[in-house]
């Protein structure tokens, strides 16, 4: 499993060693810009991040002065630093002004990997900031087949639990496409207590979700850790769940 650092870290090591800094995307060649891109005064960015100033950091990428795609030299971006502190007013803010950067292409920056290659959604996921997450993937951020640390749970498991069938019909389509991801275990995957996606959906009433998940083939065989499994879940006393037991048990 690859070892993962903290972006609060790799600040503390920039500011005692005065490493610079490593460029920005555009001058990576990921912008349209044809040029080479230029930071000016990057260094006075990067320390009103690291004094906890977000006044001054709103104003320095707002008025497009100091370049939101700024890197440290981990090659992390202050999106990865915020979205890992659970911060989602700061996430909006640089995700605003990145929209807002005719030189800058967007999909690469919300999913740029630093050098450890974790994008600024791992960070989210593995500091369990919920919130930060789901707003990262209705952006296009990914990747998709992100775990939660502390629940296990991946994206299906948090968008089963809201209802939300069209973003999990979004994120199984994408997924479809990647063949670095088994498609099969994603739709599957168990958390920690031992639930597929739709078991969570059954169990949160959330029929429209059930139906998706079925329809792109989602076991229905699978238990949890104390051995109950989705039919468990819809005769479990915790709601009502009209029109669906028919749609389940058809299944069997």
């Known amino acids: 499993m690859m070892r993962h650092f903290s972006i609060i870290s790799a600040l503390v090591v920039w500011e005692a060693s005065g490493v610079q800094l490593q460029g920005n995307l555009q001058s990576g060649g ?11 005064n990057s260094n006075e960015l990067l320390g009103a991040v690291n004094d906890g100033d977000d006044y001054s ?23 990865h630093y915020y979205a890992g502190a659970g911060d989602k ?28 290659g974790n994008t600024a959604m791992m960070e989210a996921a593995m500091r369990d900031r919920l919130s930060i997450v789901k707003y990262l993937t209705q952006l296009g951020g990914g990747p998709v087949n992100v775990i939660l640390k502390e629940d296990d749970q991946n994206l299906l498991h948090i968008f089963a639990e809201d209802g939300n069938d069209k973003m ?16 099969d275990e994603f739709i599957n995957h168990q958390n ?57 048990f058809d299944k069997f």
């Open 30 to 40: 990921i912008c349209d810009c044809g040029q080479e891109g230029q930071q000016p």
């Open 192 to 248: 920690k207590v031992g639930n597929p996606p739709v078991n969570v959906a059954v169990e949160m009433c959330h029929v429209s979700v059930v139906k998706v998940l079925t329809k792109n083939g989602a076991d229905l065989t699978i238990s949890d850790t104390t051995d109950r499994g989705v039919l468990h879940h819809v005769v479990m006393p915790i709601g009502s769940f009209h029109g669906s037991k028919s749609l389940l």
């Open 89 to 116: 007013n700061m996430v909006k803010s640089i995700l605003k002004a990145a929209r807002q950067d005719e030189y800058l292409d967007f999909h690469s920056f919300i999913n740029h990997r630093s050098k450890f």
């Open 57 to 79: 950091v709103k104003s320095m990428i707002s008025n497009g002065t100091h370049p939101v795609d700024t890197l440290f030299s981990d090659g992390s971006t202050i999106l």
């Open 168 to 183: 999990i019909s979004n994120i199984l389509a994408t997924t479809r496409e990647d063949d670095s991801i088994d498609f």
